[in-house]
Structures are given as C-alpha cells and as structure tokens.
C-alpha cells in the first residue's frame, strides 16, 4: 500500500537517479565513471552523483548525460527537476488567499514558522526509536541539507531533538524525555501525522491497495490556507474483497488516535443477498413450528474487589495518557522478541561470573517481551508512563498472572542501583529460566491477540 500524498506521488530527480541506478546494479562511483565517460568530462565524481542524490538539482547538460548513461528519456529527468524545484519553493512559501505568493508559517500548523521545520519535527517526533542523518531527513521532508541544517539548531537549544556522533556523521533523534516532547508530539499526531496514522491502520486491511487522505487536509497540506480538517477524507483503490470487519476496526482507531470522524470513499457496499433460485430445496412437508419458552439466564457470578475486565482496564490507561495507540505492525513486534532472545542468550553467557549483569539483561528483555505483545495489538506506554508497570498491569489482565513478572523483574533490577544489593547466581538462574518461558508463552499469545479497537459501549 502506497503512503498518502499529494505532492508525494511525484517523484524528484534524487528519486529518479537513485531508483534506475539501482535496478541497473550500479554504484554511484561506476556511474560517475559512465558519465565521465558520455560526457567526456574527467570532473564528474562519485561525490557530485551523491550529492544529485541527496536532492541537488543536476544542470541541464548534466541530465542530458543521465539519460544517455542511465537509458531514461531526457523528459522524465526534466519533470523530476521540475518538481523539486517546486517542492524547493514550497517549503518556505505558501500561496494567500488573493493568489500573491508570501512567506509564512504553514497552513497545516500556523504556529510553526516554516514547512521545513514542521516536516522535521513530523519525521523524528513520530519515529521516536529512529535515528536520523541530515541527508536522510533531507530525503524525508524533500529540501536541501543545508535548510534542514538551518532549521535543526533551534530544535537542539529547546531539547527537542538530541544529537549524537556516529563516525564523521551527526544523527538527531526525538529527545524523548524533554518535557517539550509529548505535546508537540500530540500537536503534530493531528496534523502532519494523519497520513502516517491512515497508512499503518490500513495497511492491515485484506483488499486495500491504496489510500489517499484528500479534502481539506491534502489543500492545506500543499499550502493553500482554508477550514481546519475537523474530518479525515480517505479515497480507498482495492484489489479485489475488501475485509469489511478488519476495514471497520482500522477505521474507528483511525477516529480514536485521530479524535475526528473518517469519511472513506471508494469501497462499495457489499451486494445484498437475495434469494437463488437455482439452489432452493425442493417443498416438502413443514417442519411445525416450535413454541418458544423463556429460559431465564443464570445470575452472573459477582467479580472480586481486585477484578477489572481487560477492555475497562486499556480504556483507563489511554483516557490516563499512562497508555497510548500505536501502529500494529507485526514486524516491530517480531523485532524486539528478536532482541528479546538476544538479551537473554547474553545473560546465559554472563550469569556464573557476573550475574548483576545477567540480571539487568534479563529484566530487559522481559520489558522487551512486553512491549512486543502490545506492540501487536496497536498499544503502547505513554511517553510519562513506567513501562513496565503499565506492561504488566495490560498484559495480567489479558492473558494471566505469568505476566506480572514483567514489573518484578524490573523493580528488583532497580534495587540493583543501592550500594550492597546483588543478585546471586541462583537467583540470576531462576530469573532466567521464568524469562524463557514467559518469552515462549508471549510468542505463542502473539499469534492469537487482535488490534485493540475500543472497549465496548455499555447498554443503556
């Protein structure tokens, strides 16, 4: 399935290039040496093909050899540089209402002071587990590295983002405990996310091949001001059935991560069913009917002071912010049980001579375990929550008390940081061998849990 996209659908030169390079099996320095070649020029570098790559516009001569080395007709190099030069005044300007063309805010979100800075904010604050380079955000929010550059400094002085060094390259990545954080990752969830949450929801879905967010969303989203998206227009294109039951769950966490209703389009309603005549039975005598008797239903069996149904239970903690919907995609969740098993093979070779060590690993991979069987029903802890706690509260409720060994691991860990606490190696063992099994029984719940839609309205 596609992602949303307006201007998106249309691909730059950096596309271009870095697509047909590729399914040729070329290199960037074996195609410099190509062009070299057509172009009888010695300064065309590996270097300059990069940087056609990171989104610097070729000249006009220099498509023409694109398009001989690469086998493309010169009119498509030229309609991608046309549209990044497009997206180029795009990002730092948008169109008022009497047509002129002035600088300004976005439209999507007027309080941030360019689209440039909103796309940045978009891509690390909605991927907080990602770790992002300057051309790969270059790449993500379509503009040069140098804007990005520009515009990432007042990110880092608020503690927005944080940095690190990774060889001669900075990565930025979403500082996840600055206070700052949450709400402006709520702020952007509502604007600049509703693309990303349609995408992961839909993805799912049995039949749907694409899905477009349009209306007023995608007007604003190019830049044209106008009324605020109090709804989420989606055009669907399927390929066949549509799974109309998993369609109508992605649809209402659509509206509940969303807070606004989902209008689809494109899905036709199922055919009624009418009556087959080639296969009715043929008549015989009728069965006479039966008189029905009310049969009372047996009195309910009062729950105990400490019992709370699993659906009440998620219901509170996302009404607290203590829990939160996320995308459920199964291979994030098969990824930290991945990590998970590692973690725990690393403890089994430290446990006999540093078992503290061993302990710590296999409090974390339990967090992990956790984290994963929520992962597959579309939850997550909140930004201000302990996961742990949150983990086994969720997670005991569902599929039993084994599950409370997510926060006890943990809370022994912790005790770990007072001077004079130590695990044994016995202890390290038996910790071990309750992490092994919870692993196995989380992998095998995995298999049979559903995304969370919303816990059931109580009849009135």
């Not at 990752?185 to 600049?192: D, G, P, S, V």
């Amino acid at each position: 399935m596609s992602e949303e996209p307006g201007q998106y659908e249309s691909e730059t030169v950096a596309d271009v290039i870095r697509a047909v390079r590729r399914s040729r099996g070329l290199s960037q320095a074996k195609l410099a040496e190509q062009l070299a070649v057509v172009s009888s020029r010695h300064t065309v570098t590996r270097g300059l093909v990069a940087r056609w790559e990171r989104g610097q516009i070729p000249r006009a001569e220099y498509r023409q050899w694109l398009s001989l080395a690469l086998g493309l007709p010169p009119d498509r190099l030229n309609r991608a540089a046309d549209v990044r030069h497009q997206e180029s005044h795009r990002n730092h300007r948008v169109r008022g209402a009497g047509g002129t063309e002035r600088q300004g805010p976005p439209a999507l979100l007027p309080i941030l002071r360019s689209r440039v800075q909103a796309a940045i904010l978009a891509t690390a604050l909605l991927n907080p587990d990602e770790w992002f380079s300057l051309s790969q955000l270059a790449r993500r929010v379509r503009c040069s590295v140098t804007a990005v550059h520009k515009e990432i400094r007042p990110l880092l002085e608020m503690h927005v983002l944080v940095d690190r060094a990774d060889g001669a390259m900075r990565l930025f990545q979403a500082a996840t405990a600055s206070p700052l954080v949450a709400p402006l990752t709520e702020l952007m969830l509502q604007t600049y996310g509703v693309p990303e949450v349609v995408r992961a929801e839909l993805s799912r879905v049995r039949g749907v091949h694409r899905a477009v967010v349009g209306g007023p969303w995608r007007q604003r989203r190019s830049g044209t001001p106008g009324e605020f998206p109090d709804v989420v227009q989606v055009t669907l294109t399927s390929t066949g059935a549509v799974d109309r039951d998993a369609l109508d769950r992605a649809v209402r966490r659509i509206e509940y991560r969303l807070r606004r209703p989902v209008s689809l389009r494109g899905v036709a309603d199922p055919a009624p069913v009418g009556r087959d005549l080639s296969r009715q039975v043929p008549p015989g005598p009728a069965v006479p009917r039966q008189r029905r008797r009310a049969v009372a239903a047996p009195e309910p069996a009062a729950p105990t002071a400490a019992f709370r149904p699993a659906q009440a239970l998620i219901a509170d903690l996302l009404a607290s912010g203590r829990l939160e919907l996320a995308p459920t995609t199964a291979v994030d969740s098969r990824t930290l049980f991945a990590f998970a098993d590692r973690h725990l093979q690393a403890a089994e070779t430290t446990e006999a001579a540093f078992p503290d060590a061993a302990f710590w690993l296999i409090a974390e991979a339990v967090a992990l375990v956790g984290r994963a069987l929520l992962r597959v029903q579309g939850l997550a802890p909140g930004p201000t929550a302990d996961d742990a706690r949150t983990c086994a509260q969720v997670l005991t409720a569902q599929f039993g008390d084994r599950f409370v060994h997510v926060e006890r691991l943990r809370r022994r860990a912790r005790t770990l940081h007072h001077a004079g606490n130590h695990v044994t190696t016995a202890e390290a063992a038996a910790a071990l061998r309750t992490a092994r099994a919870l692993l196995a029984s989380a992998v095998d719940d995995a298999t049979r849990a559903t995304p969370y839609v919303g816990a059931p309205e109580t009849p009135s």
